[in-house]
Protein backbone atom coordinates (compact mmCIF):
# COMPACT_ATOMS: atom_id res chain seq x y z
CA UNK A 1 0.00 0.00 0.00
CA UNK A 2 1.32 3.11 -0.99
CA UNK A 3 1.13 6.34 0.81
CA UNK A 4 -1.50 8.98 -1.02
CA UNK A 5 0.00 11.26 -3.07
CA UNK A 6 -0.44 15.03 -2.00
CA UNK A 7 0.63 18.26 -4.03
CA UNK A 8 0.79 21.68 -2.62
CA UNK A 9 2.15 25.15 -3.03
CA UNK A 10 5.66 23.86 -1.38
CA UNK A 11 5.85 21.04 -3.53
CA UNK A 12 8.69 20.09 -5.47
CA UNK A 13 8.32 19.32 -9.21
CA UNK A 14 10.23 16.82 -11.51
CA UNK A 15 8.91 16.38 -14.81
CA UNK A 16 9.35 13.82 -17.87
CA UNK A 17 9.91 15.56 -21.21
CA UNK A 18 9.19 13.65 -24.29
CA UNK A 19 7.21 13.78 -27.44
CA UNK A 20 4.54 12.07 -27.19
CA UNK A 21 3.92 11.71 -23.87
CA UNK A 22 0.83 9.92 -22.53
CA UNK A 23 2.85 6.40 -22.86
CA UNK A 24 5.52 7.18 -20.12
CA UNK A 25 4.98 5.49 -16.74
CA UNK A 26 7.50 7.47 -14.94
CA UNK A 27 5.20 10.04 -12.91
CA UNK A 28 3.23 7.18 -11.12
CA UNK A 29 6.19 5.58 -10.48
CA UNK A 30 8.43 8.27 -9.24
CA UNK A 31 5.42 10.16 -7.61
CA UNK A 32 4.74 6.80 -5.87
CA UNK A 33 8.43 6.51 -4.64
CA UNK A 34 8.68 9.94 -3.54
CA UNK A 35 5.22 9.57 -1.43
CA UNK A 36 6.31 6.38 0.09
CA UNK A 37 9.58 8.30 1.23
CA UNK A 38 7.72 11.19 2.66
CA UNK A 39 9.25 13.57 0.14
CA UNK A 40 6.73 16.74 -1.05
CA UNK A 41 7.67 16.38 -4.66
CA UNK A 42 6.20 14.75 -7.71
CA UNK A 43 7.18 13.69 -11.19
CA UNK A 44 4.89 15.04 -13.69
CA UNK A 45 4.74 14.48 -17.49
CA UNK A 46 5.27 17.09 -19.60
CA UNK A 47 4.54 16.97 -23.43
CA UNK A 48 7.32 19.34 -25.19
CA UNK A 49 6.12 19.54 -29.43
CA UNK A 50 9.65 18.16 -30.82
CA UNK A 51 9.61 21.26 -33.21
CA UNK A 52 9.70 23.50 -29.70
CA UNK A 53 12.21 21.72 -27.85
CA UNK A 54 15.32 24.26 -27.88
CA UNK A 55 13.52 26.84 -27.71
CA UNK A 56 11.11 25.31 -24.65
CA UNK A 57 13.86 23.88 -22.86
CA UNK A 58 15.67 26.94 -21.09
CA UNK A 59 12.22 28.02 -20.40
CA UNK A 60 11.00 25.56 -18.21
CA UNK A 61 14.49 24.73 -16.42
CA UNK A 62 13.99 28.42 -15.30
CA UNK A 63 10.85 27.69 -13.08
CA UNK A 64 11.99 27.91 -9.95
CA UNK A 65 10.56 24.99 -7.76
CA UNK A 66 11.69 22.53 -10.66
CA UNK A 67 14.53 20.07 -9.49
CA UNK A 68 14.89 17.65 -11.73
CA UNK A 69 13.75 16.36 -15.33
CA UNK A 70 13.44 13.18 -17.00
CA UNK A 71 13.73 12.47 -20.28
CA UNK A 72 12.47 10.26 -23.07
CA UNK A 73 11.96 9.48 -26.47
CA UNK A 74 13.09 11.53 -29.12
CA UNK A 75 14.97 13.50 -26.06
CA UNK A 76 17.83 11.94 -24.69
CA UNK A 77 20.58 13.21 -27.42
CA UNK A 78 19.19 16.54 -27.91
CA UNK A 79 18.99 17.28 -23.77
CA UNK A 80 23.02 16.56 -23.11
CA UNK A 81 23.79 20.39 -24.20
CA UNK A 82 21.77 22.07 -21.63
CA UNK A 83 23.50 20.60 -18.64
CA UNK A 84 26.48 22.08 -17.23
CA UNK A 85 27.64 18.79 -16.53
CA UNK A 86 27.55 15.18 -17.47
CA UNK A 87 28.03 11.96 -15.58
CA UNK A 88 30.83 9.88 -17.18
CA UNK A 89 28.21 7.68 -18.82
CA UNK A 90 26.26 10.54 -20.33
CA UNK A 91 29.69 12.18 -21.68
CA UNK A 92 30.65 8.59 -22.93
CA UNK A 93 27.33 8.06 -24.92
CA UNK A 94 26.29 11.64 -25.47
CA UNK A 95 22.83 11.85 -24.11
CA UNK A 96 20.79 12.04 -20.94
CA UNK A 97 17.91 10.82 -19.66
CA UNK A 98 18.14 12.57 -16.28
CA UNK A 99 18.79 15.98 -14.91
CA UNK A 100 18.95 17.46 -11.12
CA UNK A 101 19.24 20.78 -10.26
CA UNK A 102 22.32 21.54 -8.21
CA UNK A 103 22.41 24.23 -5.17
CA UNK A 104 23.77 26.94 -7.52
CA UNK A 105 20.72 26.22 -9.79
CA UNK A 106 23.23 24.93 -12.66
CA UNK A 107 21.39 21.74 -13.83
CA UNK A 108 23.60 18.13 -13.93
CA UNK A 109 22.94 15.06 -16.34
CA UNK A 110 23.40 11.39 -16.51
CA UNK A 111 22.18 8.74 -18.65
CA UNK A 112 20.64 5.85 -16.26
CA UNK A 113 19.35 3.73 -18.90
CA UNK A 114 22.47 1.25 -18.93
CA UNK A 115 23.02 1.29 -15.24
CA UNK A 116 19.57 0.15 -14.66
CA UNK A 117 20.80 -3.05 -15.89
CA UNK A 118 23.69 -3.21 -12.93
CA UNK A 119 21.33 -2.39 -10.47
CA UNK A 120 19.13 -4.62 -11.39
CA UNK A 121 21.87 -7.57 -11.35
CA UNK A 122 23.17 -5.98 -7.90
CA UNK A 123 19.53 -5.99 -6.57
CA UNK A 124 19.43 -9.74 -7.68
CA UNK A 125 22.94 -10.68 -6.06
CA UNK A 126 24.08 -11.14 -9.53
CA UNK A 127 27.99 -10.42 -10.01
CA UNK A 128 28.79 -7.91 -13.46
CA UNK A 129 32.62 -7.46 -12.62
CA UNK A 130 35.02 -9.61 -14.28
CA UNK A 131 32.23 -11.29 -16.83
CA UNK A 132 32.81 -11.66 -20.50
CA UNK A 133 29.26 -9.99 -22.24
CA UNK A 134 28.50 -10.36 -25.98
CA UNK A 135 25.66 -7.41 -26.19
CA UNK A 136 22.79 -7.28 -29.09
CA UNK A 137 22.15 -3.58 -29.90
CA UNK A 138 24.16 -0.68 -30.50
CA UNK A 139 21.54 2.28 -30.47
CA UNK A 140 20.70 4.14 -27.36
CA UNK A 141 19.52 1.59 -24.96
CA UNK A 142 22.73 -0.80 -26.28
CA UNK A 143 25.28 2.38 -25.61
CA UNK A 144 24.37 3.19 -22.42
CA UNK A 145 24.30 -0.47 -21.01
CA UNK A 146 27.76 -1.26 -22.81
CA UNK A 147 28.78 2.21 -20.99
CA UNK A 148 27.48 0.82 -17.40
CA UNK A 149 28.99 -3.13 -18.42
CA UNK A 150 32.10 -1.51 -19.05
CA UNK A 151 32.14 0.73 -15.93
CA UNK A 152 31.11 -2.09 -13.86
CA UNK A 153 34.53 -3.66 -14.83
CA UNK A 154 33.61 -6.33 -16.90
CA UNK A 155 36.87 -7.93 -18.63
CA UNK A 156 35.48 -8.15 -22.64
CA UNK A 157 32.25 -6.88 -24.58
CA UNK A 158 31.31 -8.36 -27.84
CA UNK A 159 28.66 -5.72 -29.33
CA UNK A 160 26.64 -7.95 -31.98
CA UNK A 161 24.72 -5.18 -34.24
CA UNK A 162 22.96 -5.97 -37.82
CA UNK A 163 24.33 -2.47 -38.43
CA UNK A 164 28.15 -3.26 -38.13
CA UNK A 165 29.45 0.45 -38.58
CA UNK A 166 26.91 1.46 -35.56
CA UNK A 167 28.53 -1.47 -33.86
CA UNK A 168 32.15 -0.43 -35.20
CA UNK A 169 31.74 3.27 -34.19
CA UNK A 170 30.11 2.39 -30.87
CA UNK A 171 33.10 0.05 -30.07
CA UNK A 172 35.59 2.98 -30.94
CA UNK A 173 33.89 5.34 -28.79
CA UNK A 174 34.16 3.32 -25.75
CA UNK A 175 37.52 2.26 -26.39
CA UNK A 176 38.61 6.00 -25.67
CA UNK A 177 36.70 6.23 -22.80
CA UNK A 178 37.87 2.53 -20.92
CA UNK A 179 40.80 1.62 -22.28
CA UNK A 180 40.67 -1.44 -19.39
CA UNK A 181 37.90 -3.01 -21.31
CA UNK A 182 38.71 -5.46 -24.54
CA UNK A 183 35.92 -4.34 -26.93
CA UNK A 184 34.91 -5.49 -30.29
CA UNK A 185 32.41 -6.35 -32.81
CA UNK A 186 31.04 -9.54 -33.34
CA UNK A 187 28.26 -11.20 -35.34
CA UNK A 188 27.56 -13.99 -32.65
CA UNK A 189 28.06 -15.13 -28.90
CA UNK A 190 31.29 -16.79 -29.10
CA UNK A 191 32.36 -19.56 -26.64
CA UNK A 192 33.83 -18.20 -23.49
CA UNK A 193 30.93 -15.74 -22.73
CA UNK A 194 29.18 -15.39 -19.67
CA UNK A 195 27.33 -12.77 -19.65
CA UNK A 196 24.47 -12.18 -22.37
CA UNK A 197 22.30 -8.76 -22.99
CA UNK A 198 19.68 -7.97 -25.49
CA UNK A 199 19.19 -4.30 -26.51
CA UNK A 200 17.78 -4.61 -29.17
CA UNK A 201 14.27 -4.51 -29.99
CA UNK A 202 14.29 -8.57 -30.93
CA UNK A 203 11.42 -9.36 -27.99
CA UNK A 204 9.04 -6.81 -28.29
CA UNK A 205 6.87 -8.45 -31.19
CA UNK A 206 4.94 -11.10 -29.62
CA UNK A 207 6.02 -13.85 -32.35
CA UNK A 208 9.69 -12.45 -31.92
CA UNK A 209 12.36 -15.41 -31.42
CA UNK A 210 16.08 -14.85 -30.02
CA UNK A 211 18.11 -11.42 -31.05
CA UNK A 212 20.60 -13.68 -32.61
CA UNK A 213 22.73 -16.90 -32.95
CA UNK A 214 22.98 -18.25 -29.26
CA UNK A 215 25.18 -21.27 -28.51
CA UNK A 216 23.48 -23.84 -25.46
CA UNK A 217 24.36 -21.73 -22.32
CA UNK A 218 26.22 -22.66 -19.25
CA UNK A 219 24.62 -22.16 -15.91
CA UNK A 220 26.87 -19.76 -15.29
CA UNK A 221 25.88 -17.01 -17.63
CA UNK A 222 23.77 -14.53 -17.02
CA UNK A 223 21.62 -13.19 -19.36
CA UNK A 224 19.56 -9.92 -19.37
CA UNK A 225 16.91 -8.39 -21.77
CA UNK A 226 15.70 -5.02 -21.90
CA UNK A 227 12.48 -5.85 -23.46
CA UNK A 228 9.82 -5.45 -20.76
CA UNK A 229 6.38 -7.97 -21.81
CA UNK A 230 3.92 -9.45 -20.06
CA UNK A 231 5.08 -12.84 -21.05
CA UNK A 232 8.76 -14.07 -21.23
CA UNK A 233 10.86 -13.16 -24.08
CA UNK A 234 12.44 -16.09 -25.85
CA UNK A 235 15.78 -14.99 -24.82
CA UNK A 236 14.58 -15.21 -21.00
CA UNK A 237 12.81 -18.62 -21.79
CA UNK A 238 16.38 -19.87 -23.47
CA UNK A 239 17.98 -18.43 -20.34
CA UNK A 240 15.75 -20.10 -17.89
CA UNK A 241 16.11 -23.77 -19.80
CA UNK A 242 19.83 -23.50 -19.57
CA UNK A 243 19.53 -23.11 -15.50
CA UNK A 244 20.67 -19.51 -16.19
CA UNK A 245 20.02 -16.51 -13.92
CA UNK A 246 18.76 -13.40 -15.89
CA UNK A 247 17.90 -9.78 -15.27
CA UNK A 248 14.47 -8.80 -17.15
CA UNK A 249 13.23 -5.60 -18.74
CA UNK A 250 11.12 -5.17 -15.23
CA UNK A 251 14.12 -5.79 -13.10
CA UNK A 252 16.14 -2.99 -14.59
CA UNK A 253 13.65 -0.57 -14.76
CA UNK A 254 13.32 -1.01 -10.90
CA UNK A 255 17.55 -0.52 -11.05
CA UNK A 256 17.00 2.85 -13.19
CA UNK A 257 14.93 4.11 -10.98
CA UNK A 258 16.92 3.61 -8.09
CA UNK A 259 20.09 4.78 -9.46
CA UNK A 260 17.97 7.88 -10.68
CA UNK A 261 16.43 8.55 -7.38
CA UNK A 262 20.05 8.04 -5.40
CA UNK A 263 21.03 10.86 -7.97
CA UNK A 264 18.12 13.45 -7.13
CA UNK A 265 18.73 12.84 -3.43
CA UNK A 266 22.24 13.78 -3.49
CA UNK A 267 21.26 16.95 -4.83
CA UNK A 268 18.42 17.37 -2.64
CA UNK A 269 20.87 16.43 0.59
CA UNK A 270 23.27 19.29 -0.12
CA UNK A 271 20.78 22.29 -0.42
CA UNK B 1 -12.97 11.36 1.79
CA UNK B 2 -11.68 12.08 -1.67
CA UNK B 3 -10.38 10.32 -3.98
CA UNK B 4 -6.68 9.55 -4.16
CA UNK B 5 -4.78 11.87 -6.81
CA UNK B 6 -3.12 9.47 -9.47
CA UNK B 7 -0.38 11.20 -12.47
CA UNK B 8 0.00 8.77 -14.78
CA UNK B 9 1.82 10.07 -18.24
CA UNK B 10 -1.64 11.05 -19.93
CA UNK B 11 -2.37 13.09 -16.68
CA UNK B 12 -3.60 16.33 -18.18
CA UNK B 13 -1.63 19.62 -16.24
CA UNK B 14 -2.91 22.80 -14.97
CA UNK B 15 -0.60 24.98 -13.13
CA UNK B 16 -0.84 27.75 -10.44
CA UNK B 17 1.97 30.61 -11.48
CA UNK B 18 3.18 33.05 -8.47
CA UNK B 19 6.22 34.27 -7.15
CA UNK B 20 6.01 33.20 -4.45
CA UNK B 21 4.27 30.62 -4.48
CA UNK B 22 5.08 27.96 -1.63
CA UNK B 23 1.87 29.66 0.22
CA UNK B 24 -1.08 28.73 -2.87
CA UNK B 25 -3.36 26.26 -1.51
CA UNK B 26 -4.64 25.64 -4.88
CA UNK B 27 -2.84 22.70 -6.02
CA UNK B 28 -4.34 20.95 -3.48
CA UNK B 29 -7.96 22.41 -3.49
CA UNK B 30 -8.50 21.64 -7.37
CA UNK B 31 -6.43 18.78 -7.74
CA UNK B 32 -8.89 17.09 -5.16
CA UNK B 33 -11.79 18.44 -6.59
CA UNK B 34 -9.81 16.93 -10.02
CA UNK B 35 -9.82 13.49 -8.65
CA UNK B 36 -13.51 13.38 -7.34
CA UNK B 37 -14.92 14.21 -10.62
CA UNK B 38 -12.88 11.52 -12.06
CA UNK B 39 -10.83 14.35 -14.33
CA UNK B 40 -7.33 12.72 -15.07
CA UNK B 41 -5.65 16.28 -14.54
CA UNK B 42 -3.78 17.77 -11.85
CA UNK B 43 -2.90 21.49 -10.62
CA UNK B 44 0.84 22.08 -9.98
CA UNK B 45 2.32 24.99 -8.55
CA UNK B 46 5.07 26.57 -10.47
CA UNK B 47 7.64 29.11 -9.09
CA UNK B 48 8.22 31.44 -11.94
CA UNK B 49 10.61 34.60 -11.24
CA UNK B 50 9.22 37.64 -11.49
CA UNK B 51 12.41 38.64 -13.87
CA UNK B 52 11.81 35.52 -16.04
CA UNK B 53 7.81 35.62 -16.39
CA UNK B 54 7.67 37.48 -20.04
CA UNK B 55 10.46 35.19 -21.13
CA UNK B 56 9.05 32.08 -19.46
CA UNK B 57 5.28 32.55 -20.01
CA UNK B 58 5.16 31.85 -24.23
CA UNK B 59 7.36 28.42 -23.39
CA UNK B 60 4.73 27.30 -20.17
CA UNK B 61 2.09 27.52 -22.84
CA UNK B 62 3.53 25.43 -25.33
CA UNK B 63 3.64 22.22 -23.13
CA UNK B 64 1.61 20.20 -25.56
CA UNK B 65 -0.86 18.69 -22.13
CA UNK B 66 -1.20 21.91 -20.28
CA UNK B 67 -4.78 22.39 -20.05
CA UNK B 68 -5.05 25.88 -18.21
CA UNK B 69 -2.93 27.92 -16.21
CA UNK B 70 -3.96 29.54 -12.51
CA UNK B 71 -2.18 32.97 -12.13
CA UNK B 72 -1.38 34.61 -8.74
CA UNK B 73 0.15 37.57 -6.94
CA UNK B 74 2.35 39.31 -9.01
CA UNK B 75 1.11 38.19 -12.30
CA UNK B 76 -2.06 39.08 -12.61
CA UNK B 77 -2.12 41.82 -14.56
CA UNK B 78 0.64 40.72 -16.87
CA UNK B 79 -0.60 37.92 -17.52
CA UNK B 80 -3.38 39.59 -19.65
CA UNK B 81 -1.27 40.29 -22.86
CA UNK B 82 -1.05 36.54 -23.41
CA UNK B 83 -4.71 35.44 -23.40
CA UNK B 84 -5.98 35.56 -27.22
CA UNK B 85 -9.08 36.58 -25.75
CA UNK B 86 -10.72 38.14 -22.23
CA UNK B 87 -13.69 37.76 -20.78
CA UNK B 88 -15.98 40.86 -19.96
CA UNK B 89 -14.14 40.98 -16.37
CA UNK B 90 -10.59 40.57 -17.21
CA UNK B 91 -11.08 42.94 -19.95
CA UNK B 92 -12.76 45.51 -17.61
CA UNK B 93 -10.16 45.39 -15.04
CA UNK B 94 -7.22 44.42 -17.27
CA UNK B 95 -6.14 41.46 -15.14
CA UNK B 96 -6.76 37.70 -14.96
CA UNK B 97 -6.38 35.17 -12.69
CA UNK B 98 -6.90 31.92 -14.49
CA UNK B 99 -6.43 30.54 -18.77
CA UNK B 100 -7.36 27.79 -20.24
CA UNK B 101 -6.82 26.39 -23.81
CA UNK B 102 -8.87 25.94 -26.37
CA UNK B 103 -9.74 23.23 -28.89
CA UNK B 104 -7.68 25.72 -31.21
CA UNK B 105 -4.46 25.58 -28.97
CA UNK B 106 -5.44 29.34 -27.98
CA UNK B 107 -5.36 30.64 -24.77
CA UNK B 108 -8.40 32.32 -23.37
CA UNK B 109 -8.06 34.53 -19.45
CA UNK B 110 -10.71 36.05 -17.45
CA UNK B 111 -10.44 36.82 -13.92
CA UNK B 112 -12.85 35.19 -11.06
CA UNK B 113 -11.43 36.63 -8.27
CA UNK B 114 -14.83 39.03 -8.33
CA UNK B 115 -17.19 35.95 -9.55
CA UNK B 116 -16.18 33.76 -6.56
CA UNK B 117 -18.48 36.76 -4.49
CA UNK B 118 -21.14 36.53 -6.06
CA UNK B 119 -21.24 32.67 -6.58
CA UNK B 120 -20.54 32.22 -2.60
CA UNK B 121 -23.53 34.25 -2.17
CA UNK B 122 -25.52 32.48 -4.54
CA UNK B 123 -24.08 28.99 -2.73
CA UNK B 124 -26.00 30.67 0.15
CA UNK B 125 -29.17 31.17 -1.15
CA UNK B 126 -28.13 35.46 -1.19
CA UNK B 127 -29.69 37.42 -4.39
CA UNK B 128 -27.06 40.07 -5.49
CA UNK B 129 -29.55 41.65 -8.26
CA UNK B 130 -31.03 44.92 -7.48
CA UNK B 131 -29.23 45.67 -4.10
CA UNK B 132 -27.06 48.92 -3.39
CA UNK B 133 -23.60 48.53 -2.81
CA UNK B 134 -20.72 49.63 -0.43
CA UNK B 135 -17.44 48.36 -1.46
CA UNK B 136 -14.29 48.74 0.91
CA UNK B 137 -11.14 49.03 -1.22
CA UNK B 138 -9.97 49.65 -4.75
CA UNK B 139 -7.26 47.26 -5.70
CA UNK B 140 -7.28 44.21 -7.54
CA UNK B 141 -10.09 42.14 -5.11
CA UNK B 142 -12.16 45.14 -5.23
CA UNK B 143 -12.08 45.72 -8.38
CA UNK B 144 -12.76 42.23 -9.75
CA UNK B 145 -15.09 42.32 -7.25
CA UNK B 146 -17.50 46.06 -8.29
CA UNK B 147 -16.79 44.39 -11.66
CA UNK B 148 -19.11 41.18 -10.77
CA UNK B 149 -21.01 43.31 -8.82
CA UNK B 150 -22.00 45.29 -11.32
CA UNK B 151 -22.49 42.52 -14.19
CA UNK B 152 -24.68 40.47 -11.77
CA UNK B 153 -27.07 43.77 -11.70
CA UNK B 154 -26.50 45.63 -8.46
CA UNK B 155 -28.04 49.15 -8.86
CA UNK B 156 -25.44 50.65 -7.21
CA UNK B 157 -21.56 50.39 -5.78
CA UNK B 158 -20.09 53.20 -3.67
CA UNK B 159 -16.62 52.68 -4.07
CA UNK B 160 -14.81 53.32 -0.46
CA UNK B 161 -10.56 53.58 -0.42
CA UNK B 162 -8.78 55.66 1.20
CA UNK B 163 -6.46 56.70 -1.49
CA UNK B 164 -9.56 58.34 -3.34
CA UNK B 165 -7.72 58.20 -6.47
CA UNK B 166 -7.64 55.16 -7.29
CA UNK B 167 -11.26 54.74 -6.52
CA UNK B 168 -12.17 57.14 -8.77
CA UNK B 169 -9.89 55.79 -11.50
CA UNK B 170 -12.38 52.44 -10.86
CA UNK B 171 -15.45 54.61 -10.98
CA UNK B 172 -14.23 55.78 -14.27
CA UNK B 173 -13.56 52.61 -15.87
CA UNK B 174 -16.65 50.68 -14.17
CA UNK B 175 -18.96 53.59 -15.67
CA UNK B 176 -17.47 53.05 -19.61
CA UNK B 177 -18.52 49.10 -19.12
CA UNK B 178 -21.64 49.20 -16.90
CA UNK B 179 -23.62 52.36 -18.01
CA UNK B 180 -27.03 50.82 -16.33
CA UNK B 181 -24.92 51.02 -12.84
CA UNK B 182 -24.76 53.81 -10.24
CA UNK B 183 -21.30 54.50 -9.89
CA UNK B 184 -19.64 56.98 -7.41
CA UNK B 185 -16.83 57.24 -5.03
CA UNK B 186 -18.36 57.45 -1.08
CA UNK B 187 -16.49 57.70 1.92
CA UNK B 188 -18.66 56.10 4.15
CA UNK B 189 -21.64 53.38 4.07
CA UNK B 190 -24.63 55.90 3.45
CA UNK B 191 -28.64 55.34 4.62
CA UNK B 192 -30.20 52.75 1.79
CA UNK B 193 -26.87 50.54 1.53
CA UNK B 194 -28.49 46.71 1.56
CA UNK B 195 -24.90 45.40 0.74
CA UNK B 196 -21.59 46.12 2.43
CA UNK B 197 -18.20 44.41 0.95
CA UNK B 198 -14.78 44.51 2.22
CA UNK B 199 -12.20 44.01 -0.90
CA UNK B 200 -9.91 45.98 2.06
CA UNK B 201 -6.32 44.24 3.29
CA UNK B 202 -8.16 45.39 7.39
CA UNK B 203 -9.36 42.42 9.60
CA UNK B 204 -5.75 40.21 7.84
CA UNK B 205 -4.68 41.85 11.17
CA UNK B 206 -5.55 40.24 14.64
CA UNK B 207 -6.71 43.31 15.89
CA UNK B 208 -8.19 44.65 13.21
CA UNK B 209 -11.52 46.59 13.27
CA UNK B 210 -13.85 47.61 10.85
CA UNK B 211 -12.56 48.98 7.13
CA UNK B 212 -14.18 52.03 7.78
CA UNK B 213 -17.19 53.81 9.36
CA UNK B 214 -20.00 51.48 9.32
CA UNK B 215 -23.97 52.24 10.74
CA UNK B 216 -26.04 49.62 12.29
CA UNK B 217 -27.08 47.60 9.52
CA UNK B 218 -30.51 46.52 8.90
CA UNK B 219 -31.09 42.32 9.20
CA UNK B 220 -31.58 42.26 5.37
CA UNK B 221 -27.85 43.65 4.65
CA UNK B 222 -25.74 41.25 3.44
CA UNK B 223 -22.32 41.56 4.08
CA UNK B 224 -19.36 40.42 2.41
CA UNK B 225 -15.98 40.19 3.89
CA UNK B 226 -12.64 38.94 1.00
CA UNK B 227 -10.63 38.29 4.42
CA UNK B 228 -9.62 34.65 5.06
CA UNK B 229 -9.50 34.15 8.54
CA UNK B 230 -9.53 31.48 11.20
CA UNK B 231 -11.60 33.53 13.17
CA UNK B 232 -14.20 36.54 11.91
CA UNK B 233 -13.55 38.96 11.44
CA UNK B 234 -14.57 42.42 12.59
CA UNK B 235 -17.04 42.85 9.66
CA UNK B 236 -18.17 39.40 10.04
CA UNK B 237 -19.07 39.58 13.60
CA UNK B 238 -20.80 43.07 12.92
CA UNK B 239 -22.79 41.56 10.72
CA UNK B 240 -23.79 38.63 12.91
CA UNK B 241 -24.47 41.36 15.73
CA UNK B 242 -26.63 42.85 13.43
CA UNK B 243 -28.71 39.58 12.18
CA UNK B 244 -27.59 39.84 8.54
CA UNK B 245 -26.41 36.75 6.63
CA UNK B 246 -22.65 37.14 5.55
CA UNK B 247 -20.09 35.69 2.73
CA UNK B 248 -16.91 35.66 4.10
CA UNK B 249 -13.46 34.70 2.47
CA UNK B 250 -13.69 31.06 2.55
CA UNK B 251 -17.24 31.22 1.15
CA UNK B 252 -15.43 33.32 -2.03
CA UNK B 253 -13.16 30.69 -2.07
CA UNK B 254 -15.01 28.42 -2.53
CA UNK B 255 -17.45 30.34 -5.06
CA UNK B 256 -14.79 31.01 -7.08
CA UNK B 257 -13.00 27.27 -7.38
CA UNK B 258 -16.69 25.99 -8.83
CA UNK B 259 -16.89 29.03 -11.43
CA UNK B 260 -13.13 28.38 -12.50
CA UNK B 261 -13.63 24.16 -12.64
CA UNK B 262 -17.07 25.36 -14.87
CA UNK B 263 -14.45 27.59 -16.88
CA UNK B 264 -11.82 24.85 -17.12
CA UNK B 265 -14.56 22.37 -17.90
CA UNK B 266 -16.31 24.34 -20.65
CA UNK B 267 -13.31 23.92 -22.50
CA UNK B 268 -12.48 20.40 -22.26
CA UNK B 269 -16.17 19.34 -22.83
CA UNK B 270 -15.19 20.95 -26.43
CA UNK B 271 -12.06 18.89 -26.96
Not at 36 to 63: E, N
Not at 140 to 146: H, K, T
Not at 203 to 216: K, T, V
Request: charged share 20%; proline share 5%; aromatic share 6%.
Amino acid sequence: MSAPIRIGGATRLYAIMGDPIAQVRSPEVFSARFADAGVDAVVVPWHVPVQRFDALVPALLSLANLDGVLVTVPFKARMAPFASRLGATAECIGAVNALRRETDDSWSGDMFDGIGFVRGADNKGERIRGRRAALFGAGGAGSAIACALASAKVESIDIIDVDRARADALVQRLKAAFPGCALATASAVRKGIDLVVNASPVGMGAGDGLPGEIPPLDADTLVGDVVISDTPTALVRHAARSGCRWVDGRDMLGGQVDAILSFFAASRSAG
